[in-house]
Protein backbone atom coordinates (compact mmCIF):
# COMPACT_ATOMS: atom_id res chain seq x y z
CA UNK A 1 0.00 0.00 0.00
CA UNK A 2 1.05 3.74 -0.79
CA UNK A 3 0.09 6.25 1.48
CA UNK A 4 0.31 10.24 0.16
CA UNK A 5 -0.05 12.80 2.44
CA UNK A 6 -0.84 16.76 1.70
CA UNK A 7 0.46 19.76 3.13
CA UNK A 8 0.29 23.41 2.27
CA UNK A 9 -3.59 24.47 1.41
CA UNK A 10 -5.20 27.58 2.99
CA UNK A 11 -6.59 30.94 2.42
CA UNK A 12 -4.81 33.39 -0.43
CA UNK A 13 -6.02 36.44 -2.26
CA UNK A 14 -6.28 36.59 -5.45
CA UNK A 15 -2.96 37.41 -7.53
CA UNK A 16 -0.80 35.70 -3.97
CA UNK A 17 0.77 32.24 -4.48
CA UNK A 18 0.61 29.11 -2.66
CA UNK A 19 2.84 26.02 -2.63
CA UNK A 20 1.01 22.13 -1.90
CA UNK A 21 3.43 19.56 -1.00
CA UNK A 22 2.64 15.71 -1.20
CA UNK A 23 4.56 12.70 0.45
CA UNK A 24 4.41 9.58 -0.36
CA UNK A 25 5.07 6.73 2.12
CA UNK A 26 4.19 2.95 2.80
CA UNK A 27 5.67 -0.12 0.43
CA UNK A 28 7.05 1.74 -2.84
CA UNK A 29 8.49 0.24 -5.36
CA UNK A 30 7.77 2.01 -8.52
CA UNK A 31 6.19 5.51 -8.94
CA UNK A 32 5.57 5.92 -12.61
CA UNK A 33 4.09 9.67 -11.95
CA UNK A 34 2.59 11.78 -9.69
CA UNK A 35 0.39 14.72 -9.86
CA UNK A 36 -2.02 16.64 -8.99
CA UNK A 37 -5.68 16.91 -9.49
CA UNK A 38 -8.37 19.50 -7.89
CA UNK A 39 -12.31 18.90 -7.43
CA UNK A 40 -14.73 22.33 -7.03
CA UNK A 41 -18.07 22.00 -5.56
CA UNK A 42 -20.85 20.49 -7.80
CA UNK A 43 -17.62 19.65 -10.32
CA UNK A 44 -16.06 17.00 -12.03
CA UNK A 45 -12.48 16.09 -10.59
CA UNK A 46 -10.12 17.69 -13.23
CA UNK A 47 -6.35 17.31 -13.62
CA UNK A 48 -4.12 20.11 -12.91
CA UNK A 49 -0.62 18.72 -13.45
CA UNK A 50 1.46 15.79 -13.11
CA UNK A 51 4.82 14.86 -13.53
CA UNK A 52 6.66 11.46 -14.85
CA UNK A 53 9.69 9.81 -13.15
CA UNK A 54 11.64 11.05 -16.10
CA UNK A 55 10.86 15.05 -15.49
CA UNK A 56 7.99 14.64 -18.25
CA UNK A 57 4.92 17.22 -16.99
CA UNK A 58 1.39 17.93 -18.33
CA UNK A 59 -0.45 21.05 -17.07
CA UNK A 60 -4.13 21.97 -17.58
CA UNK A 61 -4.75 24.78 -19.89
CA UNK A 62 -6.25 26.90 -16.97
CA UNK A 63 -3.04 26.60 -15.21
CA UNK A 64 0.19 26.71 -17.81
CA UNK A 65 2.00 29.29 -17.03
CA UNK A 66 0.79 30.06 -13.19
CA UNK A 67 1.33 26.57 -11.65
CA UNK A 68 4.45 24.47 -11.49
CA UNK A 69 5.11 21.25 -10.65
CA UNK A 70 7.84 19.35 -9.16
CA UNK A 71 8.77 16.32 -7.93
CA UNK A 72 11.69 14.30 -5.66
CA UNK A 73 12.22 10.72 -6.66
CA UNK A 74 14.71 9.95 -4.16
CA UNK A 75 11.84 11.13 -1.28
CA UNK A 76 8.78 10.47 -3.45
CA UNK A 77 7.77 13.37 -3.28
CA UNK A 78 5.78 16.13 -5.60
CA UNK A 79 5.07 20.04 -4.73
CA UNK A 80 2.79 22.08 -6.75
CA UNK A 81 3.94 26.10 -6.93
CA UNK A 82 0.75 28.12 -7.32
CA UNK A 83 0.78 31.55 -8.54
CA UNK A 84 -1.54 34.18 -9.48
CA UNK A 85 -4.18 32.48 -8.03
CA UNK A 86 -7.23 33.10 -9.14
CA UNK A 87 -10.77 32.72 -7.68
CA UNK A 88 -11.63 29.77 -10.12
CA UNK A 89 -8.65 27.83 -8.66
CA UNK A 90 -11.03 27.44 -5.60
CA UNK A 91 -10.98 23.31 -4.87
CA UNK A 92 -10.19 20.98 -2.70
CA UNK A 93 -6.73 19.88 -4.24
CA UNK A 94 -5.68 15.74 -4.51
CA UNK A 95 -2.44 14.36 -4.73
CA UNK A 96 -2.19 10.83 -6.52
CA UNK A 97 0.20 8.37 -7.75
CA UNK A 98 0.49 5.59 -10.14
CA UNK A 99 2.72 3.21 -8.38
CA UNK A 100 3.18 -0.85 -9.04
CA UNK A 101 4.51 -3.28 -6.20
CA UNK A 102 6.69 -5.15 -8.60
CA UNK A 103 8.14 -5.12 -12.18
CA UNK A 104 5.27 -7.64 -12.99
CA UNK A 105 2.35 -5.80 -11.39
CA UNK A 106 -0.65 -3.38 -12.59
CA UNK A 107 0.11 -0.16 -12.30
CA UNK A 108 -2.45 1.66 -9.68
CA UNK A 109 -4.11 5.03 -8.47
CA UNK A 110 -3.48 6.35 -5.27
CA UNK A 111 -5.15 9.38 -3.48
CA UNK A 112 -4.23 11.68 -0.83
CA UNK A 113 -7.09 12.81 1.62
CA UNK A 114 -7.08 16.34 -0.20
CA UNK A 115 -6.05 19.66 0.88
CA UNK A 116 -8.74 22.89 0.77
CA UNK A 117 -7.34 25.71 -1.64
CA UNK A 118 -9.51 28.77 -1.14
CA UNK A 119 -9.01 31.88 -3.12
CA UNK A 120 -10.41 35.21 -2.09
CA UNK A 121 -11.47 37.94 -4.84
Known amino acids: QVQLVESGGGLVQAGGSLRLSCAAS????????MGWYRQAPGMQRELVATISSGGSTNYADSVKGRFTISRDNAENTVDLQMNSLKPEDTAVYYCNAVHRRTYNAPFFNYWGQGTQVTVSS
Open 26 to 33: GSIFDIKA
